[in-house]
């Protein structure tokens, strides 16, 4: 992976783990499902009417778009809702690395390296000690609502993929489109009409502020940055990234709701950090190499870098 992808990507990562915190924000007093439909109908008007729809098939857009809006954001928000942590709900959705691993091996043939495998051990290593390391906010109903999440995330990986789109950003707008009526249909299936009444008695500006957070830098501009990766790259190269995720989703619960973060936290931290590196930075890969060494060498002169 280029290093300024890398980067680039590592922005990306923090955005949405910061959103973790945010998306708790607002469906505090709000429904999981409607808070989703509200930012998935933000992020894509009035951007489709200016954005020419990717020269793909529909299936691919309407799939995407409903296993996106209700399947990965609308089941991690509700995972929050049935008492996960927000740093919790970070580092379980992570689980979606292994299910990408898996359909790049399996829908993309797509090998196993070496590097791949031991940067996935010492993944899986970090994220094992994540869940040691909770302060016990956990229900069976949150793991099992972020568990269906972080699989449906590693399938919307799989079907950008598989569409062979050259057009992240308009493949983008253009599935989310679909994301909001079935969220708003699951919303009203579960709690009625009384949930619209609900949401208009409790919206306040922190509602707003969450909203609208996850319409734009999570949203359009991160799935941009995310699916241009996923058309550059293979998933299996691309879904560890995603790890990331779950150490900045952690630093924000800490900030944000004085979620608890000592030695296990940290130490489950550098162990997905080590794999992500692992991962990422191939041995004899010139253009990474090059640019470390140009940032070293500044480093050492005392340039600004």
Do not use: C
């Not at 915190?21 to 930012?39: N, Q, Y």
């Not at 992570?94 to 797509?110: D, K, R």
């Not at 241009?228 to 995720?245: D, E, F, G, H, Q």
Request: charged residues 10%; glycine residues 8%.
């Amino acid at each position: 992976m280029a290093f300024k992808d890398a980067l680039l990507g590592l922005l990306v990562m923090f955005i949405w783990g910061i959103n973790f915190s945010v998306i708790k924000l607002g469906v505090s007093d709000v429904d999981p499902m409607l808070i989703t439909a509200v930012r998935f109908t933000l992020a894509t008007i009035p951007l489709i009417f200016f954005v020419k729809k990717p020269d793909v098939p529909w299936r691919y857009l309407i799939s995407y778009g409903v296993l996106f809006g209700v399947g990965v954001w609308g089941l991690a928000s509700w995972s929050i809702t049935a008492g996960l942590s927000a740093g919790m709900t970070s580092v379980l959705m992570q689980t979606n690395v292994i299910f990408g691993l898996l359909f790049g091996y399996l829908m993309f043939q797509e090998q196993f390296t070496q590097t791949k495998l031991i940067g996935a051990l010492l993944a899986a290593s970090g994220l094992a000690l994540s869940l040691m390391a909770t302060d016990g906010t956990v229900t069976l109903k949150g793991v099992a609502l972020i568990l269906v999440s972080a699989l449906s995330w590693s399938l919307v990986s799989a079907i950008v993929k598989k569409s062979g789109t050259t057009q992240a950003f308009a493949f983008s707008i253009w599935g989310m489109v679909f994301a909001p009526v079935p969220l708003l249909i699951f919303a009203l299936s579960l709690h009625g009409t009384a949930m619209i009444e609900h949401a208009f008695h409790n919206w306040h500006g922190y509602t707003t502020f969450s909203v609208l957070f996850q319409a734009y830098p999570t949203t359009v501009f991160g799935y941009w940055i995310w699916n241009r990766m996923l058309v550059k790259y293979p998933l299996s190269t691309v879904a560890p990234i995603n790890l990331m995720v779950s150490v900045f989703g952690l630093a924000g619960g800490y900030l944000f709701y004085d979620e608890t973060v000592g030695i296990l936290q940290i130490m489950a931290a550098s162990f997905i950090l080590a794999g992500v590196l692992f991962i990422l930075m191939r041995p004899g890969d010139p253009q990474l190499s090059t640019a470390l060494l140009q940032w070293r060498i500044k480093l050492l002169s005392g340039q600004k870098t």
